[in-house]
């Protein structure tokens, strides 16, 4: 049974921080390639971040680059996105997903509010 389970969203005021995290199992963890996407309401699925399975490479969406950074720990089949300097527009729902080759898996999400 494939599972991801985001936790760590919330409300939080413009400038403020977050750090989200997934926890995988199922599946062998330190295989796959691990992402973070965002969706609003009416609008297409935003890529935000994406780090490869060793861990050692990472990228990032350009209107997140310096402020968010992704991270996963293999021993504990977990992956992060630490948010930093949040604003308005960061508002949606955050998926994250699980890539090898063709085998992809998702989330059901976390809601992020940016707002005052």
């Known amino acids: 049974q494939v599972q991801l389970v985001e936790s760590g969203g919330g409300l939080v005021q413009p400038g403020g921080s977050l750090r989200l ?3 995988a199992s199922g599946f062998v963890f330190s295989r ?4 973070w996407y965002r969706q609003v309401p009416g609008k297409e699925r935003e890529f935000v971040a994406r780090i490869s399975s060793a861990g ?3 990228n990032y969406a350009d ?3 310096g402020r968010f950074a992704i991270s996963r720990d293999n021993a504990k089949n977990t ?3 630490q948010m930093n300097s949040l604003q308005p527009e960061d508002t949606a729902v955050y998926y994250c997903g699980a890539y ?3 085998r992809n898996y998702w989330g059901q999400g976390t809601q992020v509010t ?3």
């Open 114 to 116: 940016v707002s005052s």
């Open 79 to 81: 992956v992060f996105l």
């Open 56 to 58: 050692d490479s990472t």
């Open 21 to 23: 995290s997934c926890a």
């Open 32 to 35: 796959y390639a691990m992402t």
């Open 63 to 65: 209107s997140v680059k």
């Open 100 to 102: 090898y080759v063709i």
